[in-house]
Protein backbone atom coordinates (compact mmCIF):
# COMPACT_ATOMS: atom_id res chain seq x y z
CA UNK A 1 0.00 0.00 0.00
CA UNK A 2 1.39 3.39 -0.94
CA UNK A 3 1.67 6.28 1.64
CA UNK A 4 -1.43 7.88 -0.08
CA UNK A 5 -3.28 4.78 0.31
CA UNK A 6 -2.84 4.30 3.43
CA UNK A 7 -3.43 7.68 4.78
CA UNK A 8 -6.69 7.93 2.97
CA UNK A 9 -7.50 4.85 4.85
CA UNK A 10 -6.75 5.80 8.71
CA UNK A 11 -9.18 9.14 7.13
CA UNK A 12 -12.01 6.93 5.82
CA UNK A 13 -11.79 5.09 9.11
CA UNK A 14 -11.35 7.88 11.13
CA UNK A 15 -14.09 10.04 9.80
CA UNK A 16 -16.95 7.28 10.14
CA UNK A 17 -16.40 6.45 14.04
CA UNK A 18 -16.34 10.53 14.20
CA UNK A 19 -19.69 10.48 12.92
CA UNK A 20 -20.63 7.11 15.36
CA UNK A 21 -18.53 8.88 18.54
CA UNK A 22 -21.20 11.93 17.46
CA UNK A 23 -24.22 9.97 17.60
CA UNK A 24 -23.41 8.71 20.84
CA UNK A 25 -22.23 11.67 22.51
CA UNK A 26 -23.74 14.81 20.96
CA UNK A 27 -27.68 14.51 20.61
CA UNK A 28 -29.28 16.36 17.40
CA UNK A 29 -32.23 17.56 19.26
CA UNK A 30 -29.52 19.94 21.57
CA UNK A 31 -28.04 23.03 20.16
CA UNK A 32 -24.97 22.75 21.67
CA UNK A 33 -25.00 19.54 20.16
CA UNK A 34 -25.14 20.35 16.92
CA UNK A 35 -22.57 23.13 17.55
CA UNK A 36 -20.27 21.00 18.67
CA UNK A 37 -20.89 18.47 15.47
CA UNK A 38 -20.71 21.74 13.26
CA UNK A 39 -16.72 22.24 14.40
CA UNK A 40 -15.55 18.40 14.86
CA UNK A 41 -16.92 17.63 11.30
CA UNK A 42 -15.83 19.80 9.69
CA UNK A 43 -12.39 18.20 8.48
CA UNK A 44 -9.02 19.19 8.55
CA UNK A 45 -5.66 17.58 8.20
CA UNK A 46 -6.58 15.17 11.26
CA UNK A 47 -2.75 14.98 11.42
CA UNK A 48 -3.06 14.21 15.72
CA UNK A 49 -5.62 11.31 15.17
CA UNK A 50 -3.78 10.09 12.22
CA UNK A 51 -0.77 10.11 14.44
CA UNK A 52 -2.50 7.98 17.19
CA UNK A 53 -3.46 5.13 14.66
CA UNK A 54 -0.10 5.21 12.84
CA UNK A 55 1.84 4.79 16.26
CA UNK A 56 -0.55 1.67 17.20
CA UNK A 57 -0.20 0.36 13.89
CA UNK A 58 3.90 0.74 14.65
CA UNK A 59 3.13 -2.01 17.36
CA UNK A 60 0.47 -3.72 15.31
CA UNK A 61 -2.02 -3.21 17.77
CA UNK A 62 -5.20 -2.81 18.25
CA UNK A 63 -6.35 -0.52 15.44
CA UNK A 64 -10.38 -0.03 16.27
CA UNK A 65 -9.14 1.19 20.06
CA UNK A 66 -6.71 2.90 18.40
CA UNK A 67 -9.28 4.58 15.99
CA UNK A 68 -11.56 5.90 19.24
CA UNK A 69 -8.73 7.05 20.92
CA UNK A 70 -8.29 9.26 17.78
CA UNK A 71 -11.52 10.67 18.10
CA UNK A 72 -11.10 11.76 21.23
CA UNK A 73 -7.71 13.52 20.86
CA UNK A 74 -9.86 15.34 17.63
CA UNK A 75 -12.37 16.48 19.62
CA UNK A 76 -9.78 17.90 22.57
CA UNK A 77 -8.63 19.81 19.53
CA UNK A 78 -11.70 20.92 18.33
CA UNK A 79 -12.44 22.09 21.68
CA UNK A 80 -9.66 24.40 21.80
CA UNK A 81 -9.91 25.65 18.74
CA UNK A 82 -13.62 26.70 19.44
CA UNK A 83 -12.26 28.21 23.04
CA UNK A 84 -9.75 29.97 21.20
CA UNK A 85 -11.70 31.76 18.62
CA UNK A 86 -13.75 33.17 21.42
CA UNK A 87 -14.43 37.23 21.65
CA UNK A 88 -11.99 37.00 25.15
CA UNK A 89 -9.37 35.11 23.39
CA UNK A 90 -8.15 35.46 19.95
CA UNK A 91 -11.68 36.89 18.43
CA UNK A 92 -11.36 35.03 15.50
CA UNK A 93 -14.74 35.20 12.78
CA UNK A 94 -13.42 32.43 10.79
CA UNK A 95 -12.05 28.94 10.90
CA UNK A 96 -10.68 27.08 7.67
CA UNK A 97 -13.02 29.20 6.17
CA UNK A 98 -16.38 28.96 7.69
CA UNK A 99 -17.58 31.16 10.66
CA UNK A 100 -16.31 30.20 13.94
CA UNK A 101 -18.41 28.45 16.59
CA UNK A 102 -19.54 31.39 18.07
CA UNK A 103 -19.98 33.40 14.94
CA UNK A 104 -22.29 30.87 13.46
CA UNK A 105 -24.19 29.84 17.07
CA UNK A 106 -23.79 32.13 19.74
CA UNK A 107 -21.24 32.59 22.41
CA UNK A 108 -22.81 30.68 25.44
CA UNK A 109 -23.75 27.88 23.10
CA UNK A 110 -20.03 27.86 21.76
CA UNK A 111 -18.38 27.73 25.00
CA UNK A 112 -20.81 25.28 26.36
CA UNK A 113 -20.40 23.36 22.88
CA UNK A 114 -16.69 23.45 23.95
CA UNK A 115 -16.88 22.23 27.35
CA UNK A 116 -19.14 19.12 25.92
CA UNK A 117 -15.98 17.94 23.67
CA UNK A 118 -13.45 18.23 26.31
CA UNK A 119 -15.70 16.32 28.56
CA UNK A 120 -17.52 13.68 25.47
CA UNK A 121 -13.55 12.91 25.11
CA UNK A 122 -13.14 11.05 27.87
CA UNK A 123 -16.47 9.15 27.94
CA UNK A 124 -15.29 8.19 23.91
CA UNK A 125 -11.92 6.70 25.93
CA UNK A 126 -13.61 5.01 28.64
CA UNK A 127 -16.78 3.21 26.76
CA UNK A 128 -13.86 1.89 23.75
CA UNK A 129 -14.00 -1.96 24.05
CA UNK A 130 -10.49 -2.76 24.88
CA UNK A 131 -7.91 -3.41 27.92
CA UNK A 132 -8.51 -1.21 31.37
CA UNK A 133 -4.90 -0.69 31.16
CA UNK A 134 -5.00 0.92 27.45
CA UNK A 135 -7.80 3.23 28.85
CA UNK A 136 -6.91 4.74 31.43
CA UNK A 137 -3.59 4.90 29.72
CA UNK A 138 -5.06 6.90 27.18
CA UNK A 139 -6.88 9.29 29.42
CA UNK A 140 -4.12 9.81 31.23
CA UNK A 141 -2.10 11.03 28.55
CA UNK A 142 -4.67 12.95 27.18
CA UNK A 143 -5.18 14.82 30.24
CA UNK A 144 -1.60 15.58 31.26
CA UNK A 145 -1.90 16.91 27.55
CA UNK A 146 -4.52 18.75 27.80
CA UNK A 147 -4.23 20.38 31.16
CA UNK A 148 -1.77 23.20 32.89
CA UNK A 149 1.17 21.22 31.87
CA UNK A 150 0.18 20.98 28.17
CA UNK A 151 -1.85 22.73 26.33
CA UNK A 152 -3.69 24.97 28.44
CA UNK A 153 -0.99 26.18 29.72
CA UNK A 154 0.66 26.89 26.53
CA UNK A 155 -2.41 28.81 25.39
CA UNK A 156 -1.89 30.85 28.74
CA UNK A 157 2.13 31.48 27.66
CA UNK A 158 0.77 32.29 24.11
CA UNK A 159 -1.61 35.16 25.84
CA UNK A 160 1.46 36.07 28.35
CA UNK A 161 3.63 36.94 25.03
CA UNK A 162 1.40 38.75 22.88
CA UNK A 163 2.10 42.27 24.36
CA UNK A 164 6.14 40.99 24.95
CA UNK A 165 9.11 39.77 23.25
CA UNK A 166 9.50 35.91 23.69
CA UNK A 167 13.22 34.83 23.17
CA UNK A 168 13.70 31.67 20.97
CA UNK A 169 13.52 29.67 24.25
CA UNK A 170 10.04 31.95 25.34
CA UNK A 171 9.50 30.31 21.43
CA UNK A 172 9.86 26.70 22.14
CA UNK A 173 8.54 26.52 25.55
CA UNK A 174 5.31 28.55 24.01
CA UNK A 175 5.25 25.29 21.33
CA UNK A 176 6.32 22.49 23.20
CA UNK A 177 2.93 22.82 25.71
CA UNK A 178 0.90 24.93 23.41
CA UNK A 179 1.15 22.00 20.24
CA UNK A 180 3.35 19.61 21.05
CA UNK A 181 1.89 18.33 24.31
CA UNK A 182 -1.40 17.46 22.51
CA UNK A 183 0.71 15.79 19.37
CA UNK A 184 2.53 13.56 22.19
CA UNK A 185 -0.63 12.73 23.58
CA UNK A 186 -1.87 11.61 20.79
CA UNK A 187 1.12 9.77 20.03
CA UNK A 188 1.06 8.20 23.67
CA UNK A 189 -2.29 6.85 23.10
CA UNK A 190 -1.37 5.15 20.29
CA UNK A 191 0.73 3.42 21.73
CA UNK A 192 -1.42 2.23 24.88
CA UNK A 193 -3.52 0.39 22.17
CA UNK A 194 -0.24 -1.00 20.95
CA UNK A 195 1.02 -2.07 24.61
CA UNK A 196 4.02 0.04 24.29
CA UNK A 197 6.97 -0.76 26.06
CA UNK A 198 8.66 2.15 28.29
CA UNK A 199 11.74 2.51 25.37
CA UNK A 200 8.66 2.75 22.43
CA UNK A 201 7.22 5.74 24.67
CA UNK A 202 10.21 7.47 24.90
CA UNK A 203 11.31 6.85 21.91
CA UNK A 204 8.27 8.41 20.29
CA UNK A 205 7.63 11.65 22.19
CA UNK A 206 11.30 12.39 21.18
CA UNK A 207 9.58 11.86 17.48
CA UNK A 208 6.15 13.67 18.63
CA UNK A 209 7.40 16.89 20.25
CA UNK A 210 9.97 16.62 17.25
CA UNK A 211 7.49 16.74 14.72
CA UNK A 212 5.48 19.17 16.60
CA UNK A 213 8.44 21.77 16.41
CA UNK A 214 9.07 21.27 12.66
CA UNK A 215 4.89 22.05 11.94
CA UNK A 216 5.10 25.09 13.92
CA UNK A 217 8.65 26.53 11.94
CA UNK A 218 7.25 25.59 8.73
CA UNK A 219 3.87 27.32 9.47
CA UNK A 220 5.78 30.23 10.66
CA UNK A 221 7.70 30.44 7.10
CA UNK A 222 4.94 29.69 4.98
CA UNK A 223 2.74 32.85 6.98
CA UNK A 224 5.64 35.25 5.45
CA UNK A 225 6.49 33.40 1.65
CA UNK A 226 3.65 32.33 0.90
CA UNK A 227 0.68 34.16 -1.18
CA UNK A 228 -2.62 33.96 0.63
CA UNK A 229 -3.95 31.48 -2.32
CA UNK A 230 -1.25 28.96 -1.55
CA UNK A 231 -2.22 29.07 2.22
CA UNK A 232 -5.74 29.05 1.77
CA UNK A 233 -5.96 32.07 4.60
CA UNK A 234 -4.40 35.42 5.14
CA UNK A 235 -1.12 35.68 5.21
CA UNK A 236 1.67 38.13 7.09
CA UNK A 237 -0.77 38.58 9.55
CA UNK A 238 1.83 37.83 12.49
CA UNK A 239 4.45 39.91 11.02
CA UNK A 240 1.43 42.85 10.95
CA UNK A 241 0.55 42.09 14.21
CA UNK A 242 4.13 42.24 15.67
CA UNK A 243 4.11 38.63 16.44
CA UNK A 244 7.74 37.25 17.04
CA UNK A 245 8.15 34.02 15.15
CA UNK A 246 10.46 31.65 13.90
CA UNK A 247 10.29 33.61 10.80
CA UNK A 248 10.87 36.81 12.10
CA UNK A 249 13.53 35.60 14.58
CA UNK A 250 15.18 34.15 11.57
CA UNK A 251 15.83 34.51 7.94
CA UNK A 252 13.22 31.66 6.65
CA UNK A 253 15.83 29.53 4.64
CA UNK A 254 17.73 29.98 7.75
CA UNK A 255 14.45 28.54 10.05
CA UNK A 256 13.56 26.07 7.48
CA UNK A 257 16.78 24.84 7.60
CA UNK A 258 16.40 24.28 11.63
CA UNK A 259 13.22 22.42 10.69
CA UNK A 260 14.98 20.32 8.04
CA UNK A 261 18.06 19.08 10.23
CA UNK A 262 15.52 18.62 13.32
CA UNK A 263 13.33 16.50 11.03
CA UNK A 264 16.24 14.50 9.84
CA UNK A 265 17.35 13.68 13.03
CA UNK A 266 14.10 12.63 14.51
CA UNK A 267 13.24 10.49 11.25
CA UNK A 268 16.83 8.92 11.81
CA UNK A 269 16.06 7.64 14.91
CA UNK A 270 12.50 6.43 14.44
CA UNK A 271 13.93 4.51 11.25
CA UNK A 272 16.96 2.96 13.49
CA UNK A 273 14.46 1.91 16.15
CA UNK A 274 11.73 0.49 13.98
CA UNK A 275 13.04 -0.09 10.02
CA UNK A 276 10.66 -0.13 7.31
CA UNK A 277 7.55 0.06 9.62
CA UNK A 278 8.56 3.19 10.53
CA UNK A 279 8.11 4.10 6.71
CA UNK A 280 4.87 6.06 7.05
CA UNK A 281 5.52 8.40 10.23
CA UNK A 282 9.09 9.25 8.39
CA UNK A 283 6.99 10.39 5.20
CA UNK A 284 4.31 12.02 7.06
CA UNK A 285 6.80 13.75 8.53
CA UNK A 286 8.66 14.65 5.12
CA UNK A 287 5.62 15.77 3.95
CA UNK A 288 4.86 17.77 6.68
CA UNK A 289 8.02 19.71 5.99
CA UNK A 290 7.67 20.23 2.44
CA UNK A 291 4.23 21.37 2.18
CA UNK A 292 3.33 24.84 1.09
CA UNK A 293 -0.34 25.26 2.55
CA UNK B 1 -20.35 9.78 66.47
CA UNK B 2 -23.06 12.71 65.48
CA UNK B 3 -24.05 13.77 62.03
CA UNK B 4 -22.44 16.70 63.05
CA UNK B 5 -19.40 15.17 63.66
CA UNK B 6 -19.42 13.01 60.61
CA UNK B 7 -19.73 15.65 58.19
CA UNK B 8 -16.92 17.74 60.11
CA UNK B 9 -14.74 14.70 59.56
CA UNK B 10 -15.65 14.08 55.69
CA UNK B 11 -14.96 18.24 55.59
CA UNK B 12 -11.89 18.09 56.61
CA UNK B 13 -10.75 15.11 54.86
CA UNK B 14 -11.86 16.34 51.92
CA UNK B 15 -10.68 19.90 52.11
CA UNK B 16 -6.77 18.33 53.13
CA UNK B 17 -7.19 16.38 49.98
CA UNK B 18 -8.36 18.99 47.97
CA UNK B 19 -5.19 21.24 48.62
CA UNK B 20 -2.87 17.73 47.79
CA UNK B 21 -5.13 17.62 44.67
CA UNK B 22 -4.08 21.33 43.57
CA UNK B 23 -0.93 20.97 44.26
CA UNK B 24 -0.57 17.87 42.09
CA UNK B 25 -2.86 19.42 38.75
CA UNK B 26 -2.60 23.10 39.28
CA UNK B 27 0.53 24.63 39.05
CA UNK B 28 1.22 28.25 41.22
CA UNK B 29 3.65 29.31 38.55
CA UNK B 30 0.62 29.26 36.04
CA UNK B 31 -1.83 32.45 37.08
CA UNK B 32 -4.36 29.93 34.93
CA UNK B 33 -3.95 27.56 38.19
CA UNK B 34 -3.95 30.20 40.99
CA UNK B 35 -7.36 31.36 38.93
CA UNK B 36 -8.39 28.02 39.38
CA UNK B 37 -7.64 27.52 42.74
CA UNK B 38 -9.03 30.30 43.77
CA UNK B 39 -12.31 29.43 43.12
CA UNK B 40 -11.96 25.70 43.86
CA UNK B 41 -10.54 26.74 47.41
CA UNK B 42 -13.79 29.03 48.36
CA UNK B 43 -15.44 26.75 50.38
CA UNK B 44 -18.75 25.74 50.39
CA UNK B 45 -20.96 23.51 52.01
CA UNK B 46 -19.50 20.70 49.18
CA UNK B 47 -22.54 18.50 49.30
CA UNK B 48 -21.62 16.73 45.96
CA UNK B 49 -18.45 15.51 47.86
CA UNK B 50 -20.43 14.56 51.14
CA UNK B 51 -22.42 12.41 49.31
CA UNK B 52 -19.45 10.83 47.69
CA UNK B 53 -17.54 10.35 50.69
CA UNK B 54 -20.91 8.86 52.67
CA UNK B 55 -22.34 6.61 49.58
CA UNK B 56 -19.00 4.83 49.78
CA UNK B 57 -19.19 4.46 53.34
CA UNK B 58 -22.49 2.82 53.69
CA UNK B 59 -21.08 0.04 51.10
CA UNK B 60 -17.87 0.37 53.68
CA UNK B 61 -15.59 0.88 50.44
CA UNK B 62 -12.61 2.86 50.38
CA UNK B 63 -12.70 6.15 51.72
CA UNK B 64 -9.94 7.36 50.45
CA UNK B 65 -10.24 6.34 47.03
CA UNK B 66 -13.82 8.17 47.46
CA UNK B 67 -12.37 11.21 48.48
CA UNK B 68 -10.17 11.69 45.49
CA UNK B 69 -13.34 11.14 43.26
CA UNK B 70 -15.33 13.71 45.52
CA UNK B 71 -12.65 15.96 44.58
CA UNK B 72 -12.97 15.68 40.91
CA UNK B 73 -16.79 15.78 41.73
CA UNK B 74 -16.24 19.36 43.15
CA UNK B 75 -13.54 20.62 40.67
CA UNK B 76 -16.38 19.89 37.72
CA UNK B 77 -18.72 21.49 39.83
CA UNK B 78 -16.55 24.56 40.35
CA UNK B 79 -15.64 24.74 36.13
CA UNK B 80 -19.79 25.14 35.79
CA UNK B 81 -19.90 27.81 38.20
CA UNK B 82 -16.79 29.53 36.31
CA UNK B 83 -17.70 28.98 32.94
CA UNK B 84 -21.93 30.14 34.19
CA UNK B 85 -20.72 33.16 35.98
CA UNK B 86 -18.54 34.74 32.69
CA UNK B 87 -20.41 37.68 30.97
CA UNK B 88 -21.70 35.44 27.68
CA UNK B 89 -23.65 33.49 29.75
CA UNK B 90 -25.01 34.69 33.29
CA UNK B 91 -22.30 37.73 33.78
CA UNK B 92 -22.41 37.22 37.68
CA UNK B 93 -19.74 39.64 39.18
CA UNK B 94 -19.98 37.83 42.59
CA UNK B 95 -19.72 33.80 43.73
CA UNK B 96 -20.12 33.35 47.48
CA UNK B 97 -19.75 36.81 48.52
CA UNK B 98 -16.13 37.02 46.54
CA UNK B 99 -15.78 38.70 43.29
CA UNK B 100 -16.75 35.85 40.52
CA UNK B 101 -13.16 34.03 38.69
CA UNK B 102 -13.09 36.54 35.68
CA UNK B 103 -13.73 39.66 38.34
CA UNK B 104 -10.75 38.43 40.47
CA UNK B 105 -8.95 37.78 37.19
CA UNK B 106 -9.75 37.95 33.71
CA UNK B 107 -12.07 36.33 30.87
CA UNK B 108 -9.33 34.54 29.06
CA UNK B 109 -8.10 33.18 32.25
CA UNK B 110 -11.26 32.46 34.00
CA UNK B 111 -12.19 30.40 30.78
CA UNK B 112 -9.58 28.28 30.70
CA UNK B 113 -9.61 27.71 34.54
CA UNK B 114 -12.36 26.16 33.85
CA UNK B 115 -11.35 24.45 30.91
CA UNK B 116 -8.00 23.17 33.08
CA UNK B 117 -10.43 22.10 35.99
CA UNK B 118 -12.74 19.65 34.19
CA UNK B 119 -9.91 18.18 32.38
CA UNK B 120 -7.97 18.09 36.14
CA UNK B 121 -11.10 16.14 37.61
CA UNK B 122 -10.39 13.03 34.93
CA UNK B 123 -6.92 12.98 36.02
CA UNK B 124 -7.25 13.08 39.45
CA UNK B 125 -9.63 9.89 38.89
CA UNK B 126 -7.60 7.82 37.21
CA UNK B 127 -4.21 8.60 39.20
CA UNK B 128 -6.42 7.71 42.10
CA UNK B 129 -5.17 4.52 44.27
CA UNK B 130 -7.76 2.01 43.94
CA UNK B 131 -8.82 -0.64 41.10
CA UNK B 132 -9.42 0.13 37.49
CA UNK B 133 -13.05 -1.26 37.33
CA UNK B 134 -13.79 1.74 39.95
CA UNK B 135 -11.85 4.46 38.14
CA UNK B 136 -13.23 3.75 34.99
CA UNK B 137 -16.80 3.37 36.65
CA UNK B 138 -16.21 6.78 37.85
CA UNK B 139 -14.86 8.28 34.93
CA UNK B 140 -18.16 7.00 33.12
CA UNK B 141 -20.58 8.23 36.01
CA UNK B 142 -18.93 12.08 36.02
CA UNK B 143 -19.00 12.51 32.25
CA UNK B 144 -22.25 11.33 32.01
CA UNK B 145 -22.93 13.45 34.71
CA UNK B 146 -21.40 16.55 32.98
CA UNK B 147 -22.18 16.21 29.63
CA UNK B 148 -24.90 16.49 27.01
CA UNK B 149 -26.87 13.95 28.96
CA UNK B 150 -26.58 16.14 31.79
CA UNK B 151 -25.60 18.99 33.73
CA UNK B 152 -24.27 21.06 30.34
CA UNK B 153 -27.91 19.97 28.44
CA UNK B 154 -29.08 21.41 31.85
CA UNK B 155 -27.56 24.73 31.03
CA UNK B 156 -28.47 24.79 27.68
CA UNK B 157 -32.14 24.19 28.80
CA UNK B 158 -31.94 26.58 31.50
CA UNK B 159 -30.45 29.48 28.96
CA UNK B 160 -33.21 28.56 26.38
CA UNK B 161 -35.97 29.10 29.00
CA UNK B 162 -35.10 32.12 30.23
CA UNK B 163 -37.31 34.59 28.28
CA UNK B 164 -39.87 31.72 27.86
CA UNK B 165 -42.10 30.20 30.14
CA UNK B 166 -41.23 27.11 31.30
CA UNK B 167 -43.76 24.89 32.74
CA UNK B 168 -43.42 22.12 35.54
CA UNK B 169 -42.51 19.75 33.54
CA UNK B 170 -39.86 21.80 31.79
CA UNK B 171 -38.46 22.90 35.11
CA UNK B 172 -38.28 19.52 36.63
CA UNK B 173 -36.36 18.73 33.43
CA UNK B 174 -34.14 21.62 33.83
CA UNK B 175 -33.28 20.61 37.10
CA UNK B 176 -32.97 17.08 36.56
CA UNK B 177 -30.51 17.74 34.05
CA UNK B 178 -28.59 21.04 35.54
CA UNK B 179 -27.86 20.16 39.36
CA UNK B 180 -29.78 16.23 39.56
CA UNK B 181 -26.93 14.90 37.20
CA UNK B 182 -24.35 15.87 38.55
CA UNK B 183 -25.22 15.26 42.21
CA UNK B 184 -26.74 11.53 40.56
CA UNK B 185 -22.62 11.24 39.48
CA UNK B 186 -21.61 12.09 42.71
CA UNK B 187 -23.42 9.23 44.39
CA UNK B 188 -22.40 7.14 41.79
CA UNK B 189 -18.53 7.53 42.00
CA UNK B 190 -18.93 7.29 45.73
CA UNK B 191 -20.54 3.48 44.83
CA UNK B 192 -17.67 2.71 42.56
CA UNK B 193 -15.91 3.27 45.39
CA UNK B 194 -18.06 0.97 46.91
CA UNK B 195 -18.63 -1.88 45.03
CA UNK B 196 -21.86 -1.32 44.53
CA UNK B 197 -24.57 -3.67 43.08
CA UNK B 198 -27.03 -2.70 40.10
CA UNK B 199 -29.24 -3.03 42.82
CA UNK B 200 -27.29 -0.27 45.27
CA UNK B 201 -27.44 1.64 42.24
CA UNK B 202 -30.88 1.79 41.17
CA UNK B 203 -31.96 2.58 44.41
CA UNK B 204 -29.33 5.47 44.84
CA UNK B 205 -30.30 6.91 42.02
CA UNK B 206 -33.53 7.63 43.02
CA UNK B 207 -32.50 9.02 46.08
CA UNK B 208 -29.90 11.49 44.11
CA UNK B 209 -32.19 13.25 41.57
CA UNK B 210 -34.90 13.22 44.61
CA UNK B 211 -32.63 15.22 47.03
CA UNK B 212 -31.36 17.52 44.20
CA UNK B 213 -35.01 17.87 43.51
CA UNK B 214 -35.82 18.67 46.89
CA UNK B 215 -32.65 21.46 46.86
CA UNK B 216 -33.55 23.16 44.16
CA UNK B 217 -37.43 23.87 45.61
CA UNK B 218 -36.38 24.67 49.15
CA UNK B 219 -33.94 27.39 47.12
CA UNK B 220 -36.60 28.64 45.36
CA UNK B 221 -38.95 28.62 48.18
CA UNK B 222 -35.85 30.59 50.34
CA UNK B 223 -35.83 33.12 47.16
CA UNK B 224 -39.10 34.27 47.90
CA UNK B 225 -39.44 33.79 52.08
CA UNK B 226 -36.19 35.29 53.00
CA UNK B 227 -34.30 38.50 54.34
CA UNK B 228 -31.35 38.97 52.78
CA UNK B 229 -29.65 38.75 55.87
CA UNK B 230 -30.77 35.40 56.55
CA UNK B 231 -29.84 34.31 52.94
CA UNK B 232 -26.41 36.34 52.55
CA UNK B 233 -27.36 37.38 48.98
CA UNK B 234 -29.82 39.48 47.73
CA UNK B 235 -33.62 37.78 47.38
CA UNK B 236 -36.40 38.28 45.42
CA UNK B 237 -34.21 38.14 42.60
CA UNK B 238 -36.15 35.63 40.92
CA UNK B 239 -39.40 36.82 40.51
CA UNK B 240 -37.77 40.60 39.53
CA UNK B 241 -36.18 38.97 36.74
CA UNK B 242 -39.64 37.33 35.46
CA UNK B 243 -38.01 33.51 36.03
CA UNK B 244 -40.18 30.67 36.90
CA UNK B 245 -39.48 29.04 39.67
CA UNK B 246 -41.45 26.33 41.94
CA UNK B 247 -42.01 29.39 44.34
CA UNK B 248 -43.83 31.21 41.56
CA UNK B 249 -45.49 28.15 39.63
CA UNK B 250 -46.92 27.25 43.42
CA UNK B 251 -47.21 29.59 46.52
CA UNK B 252 -44.31 29.02 49.06
CA UNK B 253 -46.42 26.53 51.87
CA UNK B 254 -47.16 24.27 49.07
CA UNK B 255 -43.99 24.20 47.22
CA UNK B 256 -42.65 22.99 50.84
CA UNK B 257 -45.47 20.65 50.85
CA UNK B 258 -44.12 18.96 47.91
CA UNK B 259 -40.32 18.67 49.24
CA UNK B 260 -41.43 17.38 52.25
CA UNK B 261 -43.51 14.58 50.50
CA UNK B 262 -40.78 13.94 48.16
CA UNK B 263 -37.53 14.02 50.98
CA UNK B 264 -40.09 11.24 53.27
CA UNK B 265 -40.79 8.65 49.97
CA UNK B 266 -36.58 8.74 49.57
CA UNK B 267 -35.77 8.64 53.11
CA UNK B 268 -38.28 5.63 53.41
CA UNK B 269 -36.65 3.87 50.78
CA UNK B 270 -33.36 4.52 51.91
CA UNK B 271 -34.03 3.22 55.69
CA UNK B 272 -35.85 0.53 53.90
CA UNK B 273 -32.90 -0.51 52.30
CA UNK B 274 -30.15 0.13 54.60
CA UNK B 275 -31.52 0.81 57.80
CA UNK B 276 -29.29 2.58 60.42
CA UNK B 277 -26.40 2.36 57.65
CA UNK B 278 -28.36 5.28 56.15
CA UNK B 279 -29.08 7.43 58.91
CA UNK B 280 -26.22 10.06 58.06
CA UNK B 281 -27.68 10.44 54.15
CA UNK B 282 -31.03 10.39 55.76
CA UNK B 283 -30.44 13.25 58.41
CA UNK B 284 -28.22 15.75 55.40
CA UNK B 285 -31.56 14.85 53.62
CA UNK B 286 -33.72 16.00 56.58
CA UNK B 287 -31.39 19.56 56.75
CA UNK B 288 -31.10 20.46 53.58
CA UNK B 289 -35.20 20.52 53.37
CA UNK B 290 -35.01 22.63 57.06
CA UNK B 291 -32.18 25.00 55.97
CA UNK B 292 -32.65 28.64 56.11
CA UNK B 293 -29.88 29.71 53.87
Redesign the interface.
Known sequence: MTYQEQYANYLAQLEDTLKAVCDE???VD????QA?RYSLLAGGKRIRAILTMACCELLQGDLQAATRFACAVEMVHC?SLI?DD????DDDDYRRGKPSCHKAY????A??A???L???A??VI??TSTS??A??GA??AL??G????GM??G??LD??FEHGLPTEEDLRKIHRNKTGALINASVQMGLCAGNASEQDKRILQEFAYGIGLVFQIVDDVLDVTSTSEELGKPVGSDAENGKVTFATLYQPEQAMEMARQLNNQICTVLHQAYGQRADFLIQLAELLLSRKH
Do not use: W
Open positions: QLPSKVGAFHLPCMDEATLLGDALNAFEATDTKLIRSQTGLQIYQEMA
